[in-house]
């Protein structure tokens, strides 16, 4: 009769130590994993081409920004309500980077109002001082094209009630020429970040006269770790 060995005590411990490695090793990576993603920020796009006419006379396209990290919003120079709150966050954001390869472009939807020469005295208002704060002006038909490819709402020319109608989200860009975001605590990318004040911490409220930017940190965050790249 063929002799059968049991497997020893000593094998079958082994066998579970290996197994109990196994396993470590594999939720290390998961939470190594889950940890880089979470740090890394997500690439929406390619940012979409501009050529549009600045503050001094200069014609700026996105080819002008590459090798630059820079934030793109769309306002209006007269505008009485949100675009104030979005000038002075981003003034406050520029201030806090304070770095020659940051800049920002503001891209008027009331061009037939916002000449250049209307956006040099707006800057100076706002004691930009940056030289790549750029205040750009041009077709309209053209910037709502812009608007559209950015996927930032803008008002329909066509529609005197809706025309200066435009989002507070504000686009960050690489110097690669990428739109870039983080993710939120869902894993998932935020896109965009909000220019506003809101009401209450979580960012939920919007409000012009509200104490809390809570994008306004997370975007110098996550423009502080694109100059690093």
């Given at each position: 009769m063929k002799n059968t060995k049991s497997p020893s005590k000593f094998g079958m411990n082994k066998m579970l130590v290996y197994q109990l490695?196994?396993?470590?090793?594999?939720?290390l990576a998961i939470f190594i994993g889950n940890s880089y993603f979470k740090k890394s920020l997500h690439t929406v796009m390619k940012a979409p081409e501009f050529v549009l006419t600045d503050q001094n006379n200069k014609r700026i396209?996105?080819?002008?920004?590459?090798?630059?990290?820079?934030?793109?919003?769309?306002?209006?120079?007269?505008?009485?309500?949100?675009?104030?709150?979005?000038?002075?966050?981003?003034?406050?954001?520029?201030?806090?980077i304070n770095n020659?390869?940051?800049?920002?472009?503001?891209?008027?939807?009331?061009?037939?109002?916002?000449?250049p020469e209307f956006l040099k005295n707006h800057a100076k208002k706002l004691g930009v001082t940056n030289?790549?704060?750029?205040?750009?002006?041009?077709?309209?038909?053209?910037?709502?094209?812009?608007?559209?490819?950015f996927d930032i709402f803008v008002g329909d020319k066509e529609d005197e009630a809706e025309s200066l109608n435009h989002s507070g989200m504000l686009a960050l860009v690489d110097k690669d020429g990428n739109v870039r975001c983080r993710f939120d605590k869902n894993g998932m990318p935020i896109l965009y970040y909000s220019g506003l004040n809101y009401e209450d911490a979580e960012g939920k409220?919007?409000?012009?006269?509200?104490?809390?930017?809570?994008?306004?940190?997370l975007l110098i965050e996550d423009i502080k770790k694109l100059l690093e790249e």
């Open positions: 490695i196994g396993l470590l090793v594999i939720v396209s996105n080819k002008d920004m590459l090798g630059k990290v820079y934030v793109v919003e769309f306002f209006y120079a007269r505008c009485p309500t949100i675009c104030p709150v979005m000038n002075s966050n981003l003034k406050f954001v520029d201030k806090e020659p390869d940051f800049g920002i472009i503001s891209i008027s939807i009331d061009p037939t109002n916002d000449t030289p790549n704060w750029h205040f750009l002006t041009g077709d309209r038909d053209y910037i709502g094209k812009v608007a559209d490819e409220n919007a409000k012009l006269d509200g104490k809390f930017q809570p994008d306004r940190k």
